[in-house]
Nanobody, 118 residues
Framework: QVQLVEAGGGLVQSGGLLRLSCAAS????????RGWYRQAPGKERELVAT???????NYADSVKGRFTISRDNAKNTVYLQMNSLKPEDTAVYYC????????????WGQGTQVTVSS
């Protein structure tokens, strides 16, 4: 099993920035992919950004050019740099990690609140 702990959320004004981190522990299995998702009140959880072991990244259209996902494998940590934040970015942000042992296993953190004021 993998345990994920997110950190870095908070309250910022529109145009501000935050850096989220997600530390993984509890398993020696090599993650095949890591990513960030978010869920705003009354909305479904949506993909924000993902990164594979090979460094291939994918972003939601709504955050392209503003958010950057990165990872530090030595620290088992994935980051989400969030620049030029908008009120529409307000959501609970969840870290996701996938591993593969004959099939894909998916793990989620508890989430960290990001609130962007006007």
């Amino acid at each position: 099993q993998v345990q994920l702990v997110e950190a870095g959320g908070g309250l910022v004004q529109s145009g501000g920035l935050l850096r989220l981190s997600c530390a993984a522990s509890g398993s020696s299995a090599t993650p095949t992919a890591r990513g960030w998702y978010r869920q705003a009140p009354g909305k479904e959880r949506e993909l924000v950004a993902t990164i594979t072991n090979g460094g291939i990244t994918n972003y939601a259209d709504s955050v392209k050019g503003r958010f950057t996902i990165s990872r530090d494998n030595a620290k088992n940590t994935v980051y989400l740099q969030m620049n030029s934040l908008k009120p529409e970015d307000t959501a609970v942000y969840y870290c996701n990690t996938q591993t593969f042992t004959f099939r894909i296993y998916s793990y989620w953190g508890q989430g960290t609140q990001v609130t962007v004021s006007s």
